[in-house]
């Protein structure tokens, strides 16, 4: 029988937030589970002295009692959702034109909290989402691949600073999570580590998902734990889907075992960051929902939204960015591609609400949703403008810095959203989702970025139903709500290591007071020198740069700041700079104040940049290497784990022993839509280089393999002068020439996210056609790669 209250779902993407104590009927306040006598706040619980026995005989003594640490009696269990990349006007909870009835459910039965914020970048938001610290606290000002190695840019979370996971399950509760991880550094993606940053070091027994920042729905990259699962075959897979499966199976099962242990579940898909993938009959949904255009979007939105009370009826729509065009003034080529484009990613979001019902579904055939916590937070920041003018049929382009054009990418309209695309959409529709603020994810300083739709729901809890909540409140504020609500307190010391305070405020007292004063009164925000400071409904703020352009609008030092009343200027489009020059000073003192408190100084505003990890100082395995022996097996090899390949000439040698009519992969990277690789086919050596998958160039070898041992080479010759040129491949058998070719041109950015370098097989989307198998069907001895300036 489970007990009441002692379930909490937190649902961070979609905002579903329950917490409080089990109560009676009469009580109408809920309240904190009451102190067992335990002292909770020195972690790990030290276990008892064990005793001495000095009898002989077992049946003379007395058993000593068992020792267990168990989770706070009545403490709730946990489920935190958090959907990706979806802004504030996007769903139709809170007034959006997208349909997720289960998420509209939620906020019919629990709280809507319209006044609720990230830090405008995904990684960024999970670290504090998780910890209760801000994210330059975390050290994760910005994604794990652009890690610097200033103090709040390392993408190395503190020994100070144990995530919410950890404490909870060293305090009785089971733990999962499935879906996204990107709080792993690069350089500790593989099995050499450390894995202290995984999810199962992390405080989760178990994860089921995939680490960066997105992956390909359809053939995705995963983790079960630690060891990576192969890619799934089923023509009707999608990973969002067997995500799902995944969290509903381990929730039964940790039921049914113990239901009077209390768990915490974190489920937080890749939907809606890019690539967007979406099953067709979903799609096919919106068709024609979206030909009115962005603009025309963005004011029915406001008007929904004025008409639910989600905002004031004074709201006024901020402008657009002056760089996103009037729908009017495009053409009937650019309207039909961009409403395709949103149209699949609507059936994305959509689709992922079904999958968010069944969980909660099989929640309530457990007996549990009434007992549960569930905190739906609807984006971890804004919607994604990275999409560019015209959105991207590949979002490798984008990595690349090659521009794809509307004819281009009509030719693929049929295919959007499937398994043949990698698609995003162009920037103008982000803007239209984040109504009815005026910019999106990564502008930290406009609540376009940072403002996202949150439902708390918890029946057992709160005792309001379909209320708005209007606190202001922020990501780091969910864990320290789920330590008062479960009872148990945030950690002094954990491993013998002191821990700093927690930074975020608790919305406990929020549930049944809609009226009570907000408690979280001053926050600073920054992103890639997007900064603003909010302090008791004040706001000072500067747009630094914009997601879509390669260079901000003025220096650090020369941004011109402007100032907002948000209490009576919700969307922020009365800038009173002008008349309050002493205010706005006063707040800007305040942000560096804050920002050096919170390890967000000296700001740093570069993007591609970074990505060089040389240039950064970060870890990097392949540091100065230039030769490396690889087996058979390794899989899964990350861009800071594969030597660099990138605009240079190499080597692979491949000593191999071949069957007859050998098939299959040696040496992989990338895959579907960008990547390189050395295989065996129909009995001859051949090497493909997938250019952004657009057009593939292949080598192949003149020689037939008989059955036998071989060194295969191959050598590549590149042209040089400057990045992304061309060069001659030449294939050697034993040391004799045996094949020649020339590739026009190379990627000089990365080759993918998610599809990475494998030996003996192509995980994922393939790089080119192999025939029924990518598996080798010989055996590899060993494959080394060596780089030559």
Not at 15 to 32: I, N
Not at 80 to 102: K, Q, W
Not at 661 to 671: E, K, S, T, Y
Request: include cysteine; hydrophobic fraction near 35%; charge should be negative.
């Amino acid at each position: 029988m489970i007990k009441p209250w002692r379930t909490i779902l937190v649902f961070a993407g979609f905002a579903a937030f329950w917490a409080c104590e089990p109560k009676t009927p009469e009580d109408s306040t809920a309240s904190v589970p009451a102190s067992d006598g335990i002292d909770r706040t020195v972690l790990p619980i030290r276990e008892p002295d064990r005793p001495s026995y000095s009898d002989l005989d077992v049946r003379n003594t007395t058993p000593p009692p068992r020792f267990e640490v168990k989770a706070p009696k009545g403490a709730p269990n946990v489920l935190v959702i958090l959907i990706d990349d979806m802004g504030f006007g996007a769903s139709e909870a809170f007034g959006g034109p997208i349909s997720m009835p289960n998420m509209a459910k939620l906020a019919q039965n629990g709280l809507r909290y319209n006044r609720f914020h990230t830090t405008a970048l995904c990684a960024p938001t999970r670290a504090a989402l998780l910890t209760g610290y801000n994210h330059h606290s975390n050290n994760m000002g910005v994604i794990t691949e652009l890690a610097t190695t200033y103090p709040g840019y390392s993408s190395v979370r503190p020994q100070s600073i144990t995530p919410v996971a950890e404490v909870l399950r060293l305090n009785g509760f089971n733990t999962a999570q499935f879906g996204k991880c990107h709080e792993v550094p690069p350089w500790e993606l593989s099995i050499s580590g450390p894995q202290d940053r995984w999810p199962t070091r992390s405080g989760f027994e178990k994860f089921y998902g995939f680490l960066g920042g997105e992956t390909n729905q359809w053939q995705p990259l995963i983790y079960d734990g630690v060891t990576q699962v192969e890619t799934p075959t089923d023509p009707d897979y999608h990973f969002t889907t067997d995500m799902t499966n995944q969290a509903i199976s381990w929730m039964n099962f940790t039921n049914a075992l113990n239901p009077e242990k209390p768990f915490f579940m974190y489920y937080a898909p890749g939907a809606t960051h890019a690539p967007h993938h979406a099953p067709k009959e979903y799609i096919d949904k919106y068709k024609g929902k979206f030909d009115q255009g962005w603009d025309k979007l963005r004011e029915e939105t406001l008007a929904r939204q004025k008409e639910m009370g989600i905002i004031p009826a004074n709201t006024q729509l901020a402008p657009k960015p002056k760089e996103i065009k009037d729908w009017d003034a495009l053409s009937a080529d650019e309207k039909k591609l961009f409403t395709r484009q949103m149209e699949v990613y609507a059936g994305f979001a959509e689709h992922t609400d079904y999958e968010i019902g069944r969980m909660i579904a099989s929640l309530e055939e457990m007996g549990e949703l009434d007992n549960t916590m569930i905190v739906f937070i609807a984006g971890d920041n804004g919607a994604s403008a990275e999409g560019q003018m015209n959105g991207m049929y590949s979002e490798m382009t984008y990595f690349n810095q090659v521009p794809e054009t509307v004819e281009d990418m009509l030719k693929h309209y049929d295919e959007w959203g499937s398994d043949n695309t990698y698609p995003h959409m162009a920037a103008g529709w982000a803007v239209a989702t984040d109504v009815p603020f005026t910019w999106t994810k990564q502008v930290a300083s406009d609540f376009g970025g940072t403002r996202n739709g949150m439902i708390i729901h918890w029946p057992n809890g709160i005792q309001a139903k379909g209320e708005i909540r209007s606190q202001f409140g922020h990501v780091i504020d969910i864990t320290p709500t789920i330590y008062e609500v479960t009872g148990v307190p945030a950690p002094k010391s954990v491993n013998g290591i002191p821990q700093d305070p927690v930074e975020g405020t608790s919305l406990a007292y929020t549930f049944n007071d809609g009226a009570s004063a907000e408690k979280h009164t001053v926050q600073y925000f920054e992103m890639f020198g997007n900064r603003a400071i909010y302090q008791d409904g004040w706001y000072a703020r500067t747009v630094h740069k914009a997601p879509y352009l390669a260079q901000p609008y003025a220096t650090l030092q020369e941004d011109q700041w402007e100032l907002f009343n948000t209490q009576e200027d919700f969307s922020l489009t009365n800038n009173l700079a002008a008349n309050d020059p002493e205010k706005l000073k006063a707040m800007q003192d305040l942000f560096m104040a804050e920002a050096q408190k919170y390890h967000a100084l000296p700001l740093d505003d570069r993007t591609f940049e970074r990505m060089s990890a040389t240039d950064m100082g970060r870890p990097s395995i392949m540091e100065g290497r230039t030769s490396v022996t690889y087996g058979e097996g390794m899989r899964g090899m990350g861009v800071d784990v594969f030597i660099d390949l990138r605009s240079t000439s190499y080597t692979m040698t491949a000593e191999v022993e071949v069957g007859a009519n050998a098939n299959g992969v040696i040496v992989c990277q990338g895959g579907k839509f960008g990547g390189l690789s050395l295989y065996m086919k129909n009995g001859k050596p051949s090497f493909s280089y997938n250019f952004l998958g657009m057009e593939t160039t292949t080598v192949t070898a003149s020689q037939t393999l008989k059955p036998g041992k071989y060194t295969i080479v191959y050598d590549f010759k590149y042209d040089g002068g400057g990045p992304g040129k061309g060069g001659v491949g030449t294939f050697l058998i034993n040391g004799e020439k045996a094949g020649e070719g020339r590739l026009a041109k190379t990627q000089p950015g990365i080759f993918s996210v998610d599809d990475l370098a494998d030996v003996g097989i192509d995980e994922g989307p393939w790089v080119a056609n192999y025939g029924t198998s990518s598996k080798f069907s010989g055996k590899i001895k060993k494959v080394t790669i060596e780089t030559k300036k």
